[in-house]
């Protein structure tokens, strides 16, 4: 019997992409490094308002949402349960604000490759992603990998 859950899902899943990955990139990884950074822009096309859920990549054992908070002058990142993607608009991962983290990467990510992430969304569902990965520094604060 195939299981309802499963036609579900089915009669859920969107005819078309609703929501589009601008620029995905992640940071190249000093030697050694178990976590990694990853941005892009979510663009929602639909009229209804969205939410990034859950990422997982190949790559890493984990991906995390993380956002960058300000506590007492310091920079620090937390785990959050997701992200809002406003109807029509757009909400965008950069370095010193939200990011994707790599947690337990299974090795480097060097400059030039691409790293495989698949999005989980509330509404638009799976939406699958290659992101590039771009310079080791530039933009993000040196604490950034400090848990
Ligand atoms: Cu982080």
């Known amino acids: 019997m195939r299981s309802l859950a499963a036609l579900l899902l089915m009669a859920a899943a969107p005819a078309f ?12 990884t000093a030697p050694g490094a178990k976590v990694a950074a990853g941005y892009m822009v979510v663009r929602n096309k639909a009229t209804v308002a969205d939410r990034l859920t859950s990422a997982s990549s190949p790559a890493a054992a984990r991906v995390e949402t993380h956002v960058h908070i300000h506590e007492a002058g310091v920079m620090k990142m937390r785990e959050v349960p997701g992200y809002d993607i406003p109807a029509g608009g757009a909400f965008e991962l950069k370095p010193g604000g939200a990011h994707l983290m790599f947690m337990d990467i299974r090795r480097p990510f060097i400059e030039g490759e691409k790293v495989p992430v698949k999005l989980t969304f509330e509404k638009a569902g799976e939406v699958n992603a290659e992101f590039d990965v771009g310079r080791i520094s530039g933009g993000a604060p ?6």
């Open 17 to 28: 992409a609703q929501v589009v990955i601008d620029k995905p990139w992640a940071r190249a």
């Open 142 to 147: 040196a604490t950034h990998h400090k848990h």
